[in-house]
């Protein structure tokens, strides 16, 4: 899906994603059920929870950037997310646990910066709600 041929006279490869996702509407919905087959083979070999949810967080990613009309184009052509996935399972199949406890460890840097911007949001929007009020 990623890296299906070579562009003459670079190094860069460009697979279907891409492709797919200059069929207005439907491509990258078409590009996003290919890709779940490579999580679904992760999650028959076993690969944990914190593994899948960053393979998920991967097609997520580009499925979500995918349908932005030619950002998407772009982020596609640079964001390889089953490149990426095959490469955690590649890294799953050397060192099971390793592969595991940064995968931990990145949801959880994730979730953490989640709480951070939800708090700084509150905060803002009660400074804004104060500076409004005080208008009147």
């Known amino acids: 899906m990623d890296d299906l041929v070579r562009i003459p006279g670079t190094r860069r490869r460009i697979g279907m994603d891409p492709l797919l996702g200059f069929?207005?509407?439907?491509?990258?919905?078409?590009?996003?059920?290919?890709?779940l087959d490579l999580l679904f083979s992760a999650a028959r070999i076993g690969a944990g929870a914190a593994v899948l949810v960053r393979m998920t967080g991967n097609l997520v990613l580009d499925a979500i950037v995918g349908m932005v009309p030619l950002l998407g184009d772009v982020f596609d052509f640079g964001w390889k997310a089953n490149r990426r996935n095959l490469a955690l399972?590649?890294?799953?199949?050397?060192?099971?646990?390793?592969?595991?406890?940064?995968?931990?460890?990145?949801?959880g840097a994730i979730l953490a910066a989640a709480v951070i911007l939800v708090a700084l949001g509150i905060w803002l929007g009660w400074r804004v709600l104060r500076w409004f009020v005080g208008l009147f």
């Open 89 to 107: 399972l590649e890294a799953l199949a050397r060192d099971r646990e390793d592969t595991r406890k940064r995968s931990r460890w990145l949801i």
């Open 23 to 35: 069929l207005p509407g439907l491509g990258d919905w078409v590009a996003l059920v290919i890709s």
